[in-house]
């Protein structure tokens, strides 16, 4: 099975012409959402505004990189992206340092060294800071 495929297989609910990134977490920012360095995240990259409901996870682009986090828009336009982990602090971001990429649908934890076979390539994963 081609890798869109199996990726269509996985996500059946989606709009046939969505766009997708997998992001691989490094970091323990995260651990009170369960999600631990290592896991695959998967990005919906086109989204509405109105799907940027306060508090949900998603993965912003700054000058640091790709950050993956809770997100708050305040009044005048700055970005709070919140960990859940009590040993990192909110990140805030003035309007037009940063910018939301994408919101996460779905994570994923390998526990072995899963290989799908020769030839299956699910594409990049793109890092994350955490």
């Known amino acids: 099975m081609r890798s ?49 409901w306060p508090g949900r996870l998603v993965v912003i682009e700054c000058s640091s990189g790709f950050i993956v986090g809770h997100v708050f828009i305040g009044i005048k336009g700055q970005l709070r992206l919140v960990k859940n982990n009590p040993c990192f602090e909110d990140l805030i971001f003035e309007p037009g340092r940063a910018r939301v990429v994408g919101i996460i649908i779905r994570s994923v934890r390998y526990f072995d060294d899963y290989d799908d076979g020769p030839g299956q390539d699910y594409g990049p994963l793109t890092p994350c800071k955490n």
């Open 4 to 52: 869109e495929q199996r990726l269509r297989a996985l996500l059946p609910s989606c709009d046939p012409d969505a766009e997708f990134e997998f992001i691989r977490i490094e970091g323990e920012s995260l651990i009170g959402d369960h999600i631990q360095e290592g896991d695959v995240l998967t990005a919906r990259l086109h989204f509405q505004p109105s799907d940027l």
